[in-house]
């Protein structure tokens, strides 16, 4: 069993900054963030598996960075030139066994979830 808690969402005018985090309990070989508007899908913003493997959205590469800390049990977004359309709740995800690569922005290849963290961007 694996239990996750974001935090850190936020009001943040465009261009600014925000860094998520989501203090894990459990084993888990790969973790994502994801995010879900209103109306919308939710969709993969960023995975982090064992081994220090690393997948991000085309929309956010080279804004937004996930980072893993073991020791602290916790796993961080850091969200840069943040802009309107970034505006969603953000959730942890964790899967204790390894996804494949092309697998690990699908919501479906992950078994737990977080609450969610809002993160509400103004123009």
């Known amino acids: 069993q694996v239990q996750l808690v974001e935090s850190g969402g936020g009001s943040v005018q465009s261009g600014g900054s925000l860094r998520l985090s989501c203090e894990v309990s459990?084993?888990?070989?790969?973790m994502g963030w994801f995010r879900q508007a209103p109306g919308k899908e939710r969709e993969g913003v960023a995975s982090?598996?064992?081994?220090?493997?690393?997948e991000y959205a085309n929309s956010v590469v080279g804004r937004f960075t996930i980072s893993r800390d073991n020791a602290k049990n916790t796993l961080y977004l850091q969200m840069n030139r943040l802009n309107p359309q970034d505006t969603a709740m953000y959730y942890c995800?964790?899967?204790?066994?390894?996804?494949?690569?092309?697998?690990?922005?699908?919501?479906?290849?992950?078994?737990?979830w977080g609450q969610g963290t809002q993160v509400t961007v103004s123009s």
């Open positions: 995800a964790a899967q204790p066994g390894l996804i494949l690569q092309w697998l690990r922005l699908r919501r479906d290849a992950y078994t737990y």
């Open positions: 459990g084993y888990a070989d790969c």
């Open positions: 982090f598996c064992r081994g220090d493997n690393m």
